[in-house]
């Protein structure tokens, strides 16, 4: 009877070892996605973008403007946090370390930020349940959030500029300085040289504009300056500036004077 029941013995044996192989498995698949990173996916609209390790899409926020989160509550339910601390995070080669930091939330949990803006994952119904792998549905929701990319030239901040007024959106660089138009320009030409352009220092023309995508990349122009500052961007003809004042500090917005003003898009 042994003899009868060893075929059985084992090949009850060897289906619980290819249950045991197959757990362990799957353990070190769920170890692996798990493990915290962060790395470019190509998407067809977008071109490269900012995903985690199971290819979620990451955002930024304009309200971050001064790149602490201004997204709380039922808004982190809606686009819950990247949490984490950019010291544990997991970096693609193919991406500047430097670029990552990490913030403190309101709520004191660690939160990880790409060029000073904290990153969200979305949700849509606000569940916690982010949306499908290489999906791109937040983009552009209330012309505030935007997919996060490497290589923005221009991207829009949003808050109070002026006080007693409504938050604005506005034009900022890629690490949320403000820019400037000046009313002295005409359409195309900047009219502050010398000493005004050591005080509002241009920022630098560039060909194929990378935007946010509820702005008009066409409404983005390079134009030619009466000085040796070289090549200056414009929005719809108008030249922009930085403002020494705003000590490279993102957010700041101490030269909205009038005759200086943040410049305000067309959403």
Request: proline residues 4%.
């Amino acid at each position: 009877m042994n003899n009868y029941f060893k075929p059985f013995k084992i090949l009850m044996l060897a289906i619980l070892a290819a249950i045991l192989f197959t757990a362990c498995s799957d353990d070190d698949d769920v170890n692996i996605s798990d493990t915290l990173s962060v790395q470019l996916a190509n998407n067809a609209e977008f071109g490269n973008i900012l995903v985690n390790q199971n290819n979620q899409t990451l955002y930024f926020f304009a309200s971050d403007v001064t790149g602490e989160s201004n997204c709380n509550g039922n808004c982190a339910a809606k686009w819950p946090p990247m949490l984490g601390d950019a010291s544990d995070l997991v970096i693609a080669s193919n991406l500047n370390a430097a670029g990552f930091t990490t913030i403190t939330r309101a709520d004191g949990e660690k939160q990880i930020a790409y060029k000073g803006w904290p990153l969200y994952y979305f949700s849509p119904a606000g569940d916690g349940q982010l949306e499908a792998a290489g999906g791109v549905t937040g983009d552009g929701a209330g012309n505030a959030f935007f997919v996060a990319k490497t290589d923005y030239t221009v991207m829009l901040g949003k808050q109070v500029v002026e006080e007693g007024a409504d938050a604005v959106t506005y034009l900022v660089n890629d690490r949320g300085l403000t820019l400037y138009a000046f009313a002295n320009d005409e359409e195309g030409v900047s009219n502050c040289t010398g000493g005004c352009a050591n005080a509002w220092p241009i920022f630098a023309g560039q060909d194929n504009a990378i935007v946010p995508s509820v702005l008009n990349t066409s409404a983005f122009t390079s134009i030619d300056r009466s000085d040796d500052l070289g090549p200056q961007m414009a929005y719809n003809g108008k030249p922009l500036y930085y403002f020494v004042q705003d000590e490279d500090t993102r957010g700041n917005v101490t030269g909205n004077n009038g005759t200086f003003y943040v410049l305000t898009p067309e959403l």
